[in-house]
Each structure stands twice: as C-alpha cells, then as structure tokens.
C-alpha cells in the first residue's frame, strides 16, 4: 500500500469515527431532554391544580358537605363551633334550661303557695272571736241547741265538745260517744257549729236536779265564753249529756 492510500485510510477511519461520537452524543443529549421534560411534566399539573385553585373556593368534604378552602364555613362551621345548640347564646342549651326551674321556684315562693306547713292549718278556736247563742227546742224533749259562730277573720277548730258548766257545777257533763264525728268541727268566718244538750230526763228518772240561768263554756286556750241562757234558765238533772260539735243542726238534735 502506498503512502497516499495509507493517509485516505485513515481519514476516512477518523470521519466514521467522528460521525459515530456525534451521534452518541445527540443521543445522549436527546434522552436527557427526555428526562427532564418527563419530570417537569409530573409536578406541573399538581403545581397548577395548586394554584387554579382560589383560596375561598369551596371542595366537598369525604362525608359530602362542602368545606371552605381553609376547613371552615363563615365563623363557625360544623367542624368547629359545633352545631347550633351545644354552646353560644340564643341556643336552647343548658343555660335556659337551668334558670326555668329557678324562675318557677321563685314564682311559686312569690304567689304564696302552700307548702304544706302547720302554719297553713286553721288554729283553734277561742272565745274573743267565736259566740256561742243558747236556744230551747221543742223536739226532742227537754234539749237545748248550742250554736257556735266564728265572729273573726279566719277559720277555727272547735274543741271535740262543749265542756259545759250549768251554775256553780263542779263537773262537766258527759259526752254521748256515738255523736262522735270523724274529725274535729272547723268553723269558717260567719259559719256556725252546733251542739246538743239533753238537760234532764223525760221520765223523770234523773236526780238532783236543780234551775240555773249561768252558762260558761272554756275553750283550749283558756278563755271563757258566757253563755246567755232562755229567759227563765233551764233545769238540769243527772241526765245532763252533751254530744260533739257537729257541722249540722240535725246531728246536733239527734241524740
């Protein structure tokens, strides 16, 4: 081989090569082009969902209510305040509930209602405000109608009975248990309460009997009432018996 076809050679050898280093090097910068284009590609559309989206723009929560961009409705959402109800004012909450049992306690306090006391009883009658009037009848025989009224302002009890003194007796006379009533007589203001008084036997079966024209009559309380009698008094025997105090005029004269 002679010298000039020896060079041609090797030129020719020294431009493949450099048309294959090109080549590898374009193939290079291509797949680097690549690669970078493909990561650019992936974080774009997270980076412009990011920003198209508007900081008050609303999204539908995982339970499908929608939310605020930043997690609240307003001043107060679901999540946050609470539901209406459960605390703040205007809501029907514990505060209301606890000062309607107070108002209705002080109400009751205020009208007066009863709370069932002793104080609330009536008290027992007494001679300064109740007067005791004295009357024959003519049936039955020889008994006398006490009436009882309440001349004050409220209601009283009447002792169980007239513990009656006809004159300068020392005894009061007995009382027939079977006109026994099942409480105690209350006489309210102007109403009355009566009482029999058998004064002697009819068959003259009585002894020691004697006229009078004195009645008293002591209550509880100590006090005494006077009792006016007929004109002409009464005559009293062993007989003498007095029944209860009773509501009615005819339980009275019963016995």
Known sequence: MSARTARTART???????????????????????GDTSDTGASAPAASSSSSSPAGAQSESPTGEKESGNGTEGNGSKETNGSAGSTGSGSSGSGSSGSGSSD???????????DGSDSDKPGKCSASDVKITAKKVSRPLNHLLLTATNTG???????QYPAAR???AQAVPPVAEATKPQSLTGVEPG?????????????????????TNTLTIPFEDGSIATVALPAGGVYVDTALTVTYWQTSMDDALGY
């Open 191 to 211: 109403k009355s309460g009566y009482a029999g008084v058998l004064l002697s036997s009819g068959d003259g079966s009585g002894e020691n009997g004697y006229e």
């Open 104 to 114: 209705k306690s002080d109400k009751g306090s205020a009208a007066g209602v009863s």
């Open 166 to 168: 006809f004159g300068e």
């Open 153 to 159: 302002s409220k209601t009283c009890m009447l002792p």
């Open 12 to 34: 020719a050898r020294r431009t493949r090569l450099f048309a294959a280093t090109t080549v590898a090097l374009a193939a290079l910068a291509l797949t680097a082009c690549e």
